[in-house]
């Protein structure tokens, strides 16, 4: 589905004003915290991993070594 030229215009009127300018910014603000809200969970969890790992290696050669 595509946009005709006659509605991009009509929606690039209503983001032209003050409030639709806010609202464009709000909406990107939301993407960009969604988006780092799924790069986060993803980075805990290598730190968790990294974390358990370290404590491995760190327990073997002290028991090992």
Do not use: E, Y
């Amino acid at each position: 589905m595509s946009l005709s030229p006659q509605v991009a215009l009509q929606l690039g009127g209503l983001l032209g004003g003050p409030l639709g300018q806010l609202l464009l910014a709000i909406v990107v603000i939301g993407v960009v915290v969604l988006v780092g809200r799924v790069v986060l969970k993803v980075a805990w969890r290598l730190v968790t991993i990294a974390a358990l790992v370290v404590g491995v290696l760190l327990l073997a050669s002290m028991f090992l070594g």
